[in-house]
């Protein structure tokens, strides 16, 4: 199933789409991932994994309204589609099932080793 | 909105060129929305860098216009060729690892040598240019001439007097005369007496100092600086280390020399003298605080106190021979007649040197500082060439000997269509991306060495202070020259190639005697033999200065500084020193033997049973009794300074054999007891000396005069038993350090400061040492490639060989053969070059050593050893195998 494989950074991509809703666009996704992950992260990376998920059919996108603060430029706002829903699940179900086998004592963590 | 409001413009241009259309509009605009948030947040200055970064970081194959797409429009299969082109060149670096790896390594270590050398010669040339009038600035020295026109003394400092004279008679000629002298040495210390150090780099200077140097102020105007008595100009790591982070100006320094004590102000800092400068300087004080002490008569009246750096500034668009054409006039008007009643201007010179000249071309017989050479400039850039040379030359063997493996693609080439012109294209593709690679490799090689070079040339250049322009157009030329001069020999020659014979398969190798492959060999080998036996000849005549019997005793001799208590109970002082076991003599002299021989006074002697004035120069030498006993020199005739003759100290003279032929007399005995007058005093030649190098082996050994002379004591000189210096001194710094109370005790032996002149040949020697290695070893490097290839063309001829009954040691004497007799060549024509080479070179010098056969057997023998031991490893390898597997297949 190579085709419906998420990255983790693709992963935090979508999720960020999920959360910003209508106002998903380069930078917002960019500050986002910023805010919550605490690492810096590239327009240009960005650009490249928003450029593979739209490939790969996980998100749509189209241009939205200009603001005055863009110098009049338009945004590209980004949409999750059904696809990429569908994968999201898959990612977090296979992580919950593997989460069920591990263990209680085995994320124990121990300091005293 | 202002500019400075607006995102970095270049990159917003550069973001623009790279961005594929469809993407542009919004990717712009989240930078721009992007960077207007954070000029908000972090201000503009961090906002233009992330900008930048931003930017930078697009350069990625999602965000960029598709090449191929690009250029399919402009409708050229130009573009599509030399992407072939380079494909190809991949494809042949990494198929053939071996080679690539000589070639790229060969030619890596010449680029570097040559990016090494590059960025010494340009700091060495580009010395005192920092000053805004550097091309105006000139420094006047002073030459004295003998009665036949002959030099005999050139002195890099002048009189006093010069400077406001020169400042007066050739007003609108001359725009500033200043002068600069120095301290020697003082004692510094703070007013609470708490930081003193003694300061070498120590100035007086005239007031106009600055407005003909352009030193940056950081503290303090230049105009006023050194206006006033008593003021002080500190560089910044000078107030550093007395002051540390608190403001100096106006607190003050008391300066301590001379037996003067000078409390000045601080009236200004300055930049640290830069690096590239001829002299460099701590403290700057101003000049009038020394004429109040000597009093300004006086100072104008000093013609003979030549201590005075000395320099001009023209006014623009004005030449310096105006000047030059004027000083024999203002010789004559302010010096007067010699006393033998010919015009002054005969015998004292003024001359000129641009100030940019001096670090490169000014060797008298005083300096403020010691000055590079430019002869040594041409052999560093000249060894440079040649191992760039040899590394160009690797790279045209291996390619046209692998040739064969590119005939047939050159062949298909053909006839495809290719013309001749693109195969020469490809082929110069090859070498340049070739020559990119080596010069990255390169730059890495740089780096790495880089402190080494430092610590050895005594520079501190770095990647980082290098101009960028200067340094990508030295890359981008070294890449260019090499690539071209390299890719040229087999471009032309492979793309020559008849289609039909080469991919028919016929042997393009013809066995010709002569071809050009083993003419270049030659020529490599020449090279790095000749540097051999420059190595080894300039290590003999090091070895040979430093071995060479002077004529006197240097061994066990401590030189300690005076100051005037010591003067003063001198005879005190040695009583209590020679009661030490550890110390043999004591003595003192006004010059110590390895230093130079720079005062001289006139005089006239009896000749012929009449007193004739000496018409040359004699040096002078001021000493006590025991001088020439402790130095242990031989008597040619007369005796030594006596203790129990008071007129001795008055009245005798003793001098050298130099100074008796000098002055015509037939022999030693004929001249002891005549009658001698010098410097004023008048009395008789009591002894003759045997000449001995007083000074180093660089010059020939002058006429001198020894004479008793209380109170010039500069210099004390210790003599210790064999084998005691470190008891001798350790009592010595207790004393010292009573002696002159607030002074480091600092000595240094005689036999030491002998060595120390020769330091220029000793870096020389390494240099070229470092250097001949490494041509030897990118020779090598390519003769093994050549060899290696060579076996694998022959591998089945030495098959066919074993298998007739040719013997392994047969095999490989054959081979070895064939390589070593161009090795052998090489020194045949190396050993008549460099003969003539290096004589020249010891003609420079004025006592130097014979050239030892043994020296150019030793370097012939050594590469050719080097490149059997070479060959023969691919030859054994290959003489050994069995002809079974080389024969099998066809």
Sequence with gaps: ?113 | MTKEDRPPRVFERLFEWFCADDFFEELQGDLEEAYYHNVEVHGTAVARNIYRKEVLLMLRPSVMKKIKGRFKNSNSNNIDMIRNYLKIAVRNILGQKLYSFINIFGLAVGMAATILISLYVQNELSYDKYHDKADRIYRVSREWLNQDGESSLHLGHIAPPFAPLIENDFEGVVEQAVRLMSGYGPLMSTADGEKQFEEDNFFFADADVFKVFSWEFIKGKPETALVEPNTLVLSETAAKRYFGDEDPIDKSLTFNNFGLEIEMKITGIIQDAPNNSHFHYNMIASFLTYENVVGKEQLMQQFGSNNFSTFLLFPEGVSPTEFEAGVPAFMDKHLGQSNDGNPASLTNKLHLMPLTDIHLHSHLDSEIEANGDIKYVYTYIIIALFILLIACINFMNLSTARSMKRAKEVGVRKVMGAFRTSLIRQFITESVLLATVSAILAVGIVVVVMPWFNNFSGKQLSLTTVDPLFFSVLLLGVVLVVGLIAGSYPAFYLSNFTPVKVLKGAKLNSHKKVNLRSVLVIFQFFISICLIIGVGVIGDQIEYMKTKDLGFRKDNMIVLPSNQQIHDNFQMIRDRLMKQPSIEDVTFASRVPSGRLLDSQGGQAEIGGEMVNINFRIADIHVDHSYLKTLDVKFLAGRNFDYNLASDSTEAFILNNAAILGLGYTSPEEAVGKKFNYGGRNGFITGVVDDFHFESLHQSIAPMVFLITQGRARNVIVQFKEGMEIEASDYLKGEWETLRPGSTFDYYTISESFNDQYMAEEKLSQLVSYFSWLTIFVAVLGLFGLSSFSIEQNIKEIGIRKVLGASVGSVMYLFTKRFAILVIIGIIIAIPASYYGMTEWLSGFPYATSLKPMTFIVGGVSALLLAIVTVSYEIIKAAVSNPVSTLRSE
């Design chain 1, 1 to 113: 199933m190579k085709g419906t494989y998420l990255g983790e950074f693709q992963e935090v991509v979508l999720l960020s789409i999920l959360i910003l809703q209508e106002e998903s666009y380069g930078v917002r996704i960019q500050e986002e991932i910023q805010k919550e992950l605490k690492r810096t992260i590239s327009r240009g990376a960005l650009h490249t994994a928003l450029t593979r998920l739209e490939e790969k059919g996980f998100i749509k996108s189209e241009m939205g309204g200009a603001t005055e603060e863009r110098g009049g430029r338009r945004k590209r706002i980004y949409t999750v589609t059904n696809l990429g829903k569908e994968s999201l699940k898959e990612a977090r179900a296979v992580r919950e099932q593997l989460w069920t086998k591990v263990p209680d004592w085995a994320v124990n963590i121990n300091y005293a080793l």
